[in-house]
């Protein structure tokens, strides 16, 4: 398991999305491992978008301050 400070952290990088968001790695799993995990802090710098899209593992969101538009029209 690898563990970063946020300042260190390496920045996860996506697929481009509109708008910008900070996304730093804090805790990474074994890769291959059927529990592998990634535990990410994100900051939306600015208003970002995603298109409607599934994922093949759990992905759960949890906002620290602030609002989560999570689809259109809902918050």
């Known amino acids: 398991m690898q563990i970063s400070h946020w300042e260190t952290a390496p920045q996860h990088r996506t697929v481009p999305r509109e708008g910008k968001l900070d996304n730093r790695d804090l805790m990474v799993g074994k890769e291959g491992d059927r529990r592998n995990f990634r535990l990410a802090l994100g900051f ?8 409607r899209h599934h994922h093949n593992f759990e992905q759960i969101r949890f906002p620290l301050e602030g ?3 999570y689809a259109e029209g809902k918050v």
């Open 44 to 51: 939306a710098e600015t208003d970002w978008l995603t298109p």
């Open 67 to 69: 609002e989560f538009q």
